[in-house]
């Protein structure tokens, strides 16, 4: 059953995925010459305050309920085999890069371009790997002697066997491990936007507006082979369920 914050985040999701197709379609159609650099930019630009308008939405939903972004409800079951910390992973970007640089000449990076790039990539990994870091910290914290005690004890608390003090020091051991699953989300959400501003500071304006347009249109495809996924695994599950009876 979904909470009242993931209710309020699919339904503001669902309106920005919208956005992000539209978006998509203006980066597809503007023309793809240098004297349209500054429409270029104009549209680069809005399209990044739509992504941050998106991080200080799920902040705020975060905030309230931070586990149910660990099990997203809005996302299908293939897009969620490839979230990382709530989103995608920020190496992704350089995976595309190097894909989009091995095909229309106009994403070809000059040797200027690469040496930054792959400066940036590796400050990104670092970064990648200190939230990953973080987040084993607190998955081997969960185990430890005195969170296992605390769930024995709550356990037997639940029998009527110890009294309130036992419950309310879980509940602040658990305030504890979802205050730090908040700043986790938050940090990996920050190297991601900090990755896709790097990127698109390095690249041309007219190579930010064909990279954006792969870099949207793989989430939107994304998105659109797991609604089919999900469509046909119903149909199969009808089909069978009718066979049956």
Request: proline content about 2%; some cysteine; hydrophobic content about 40%.
């Amino acid at each position: 059953m979904k909470t009242q914050v993931q209710v309020r985040f699919t339904e503001f999701f669902e309106k920005w995925l919208h956005q992000n197709e539209e978006s998509l379609k203006h980066l597809i159609s503007v023309k793809r010459d240098s004297s349209h650099e500054n429409e270029h930019r104009l549209l680069i630009s809005a399209i990044m305050n739509h992504y941050k308008g998106y991080y200080s939405t799920k902040w705020a939903c975060v905030h309230e309920d931070v586990l149910g972004f660990f099990s997203p409800p809005w996302l299908t079951p293939l897009e969620n085999a490839y979230l990382w910390m709530t989103g995608w992973k920020p190496s992704l970007l350089y995976r595309l890069l190097t894909t989009l640089n091995h095909g229309t000449s106009r994403m070809k990076l000059t040797e200027d371009q690469l040496e930054k790039m792959e400066k940036l990539r590796c400050r990104t990994g670092l970064e990648e790997e200190k939230v990953e870091r973080e987040m084993e910290r607190q998955q081997v914290s969960m185990a430890d002697r005195k969170m296992v005690e605390l769930a024995r004890l709550q356990s037997r608390l639940r029998n009527g066997e110890t009294g309130s003090e036992v419950e309310e020091l879980v509940q602040v051991a658990m305030k504890v491990l979802v205050s730090a699953l908040e700043k986790i989300v938050k940090t990996a959400d920050c190297v991601r936007l900090k990755a896709l501003k790097g990127v698109l500071e390095i690249l041309t304006p007219l190579q930010c507006v064909d990279f954006m347009a792969a870099f949207l249109m793989l989430q939107i495809q994304m998105r659109r082979l797991g609604k089919r996924k999900d469509h046909d695994q119903l149909m199969l599950n009808s089909i069978n369920k009718q066979l049956v009876m």
